[in-house]
């Protein structure tokens, strides 16, 4: 889908630390396996791209604390 690209080049424009993902579960994955206590985490999409899902799987997954 072209949102894909677009997300891909933004990315790309923010730096070395800029990536995108193909998927929810590849969002996951990679931001699930950084996760430790006392990071923060912001999510930043549509509710059309399902960001609620991501916010839900990973309280679930590492703890509901501050979650908002």
Do not use: C, W, Y
């Not at 990315?11 to 579960?25: C, I, M, Q, V, W």
């Not at 950084?34 to 990071?39: D, F, H, Q, S, Y």
Request: glycine share 14%; aromatic share 2%; proline share 4%.
């Amino acid at each position: 889908p072209p949102r894909l690209g677009l997300a891909r080049a933004a990315a790309a424009a923010f730096g070395p630390g800029g990536r995108s993902f193909d998927s929810r579960e590849e969002l996951l994955a990679a931001v699930g396996s950084e996760l430790k206590a006392g990071i923060t985490v912001l999510v930043k999409g549509s509710r059309s791209m399902g960001m609620e899902q991501v916010v839900n799987a990973l309280a679930d997954e590492h703890g509901s604390q501050g979650v908002h």
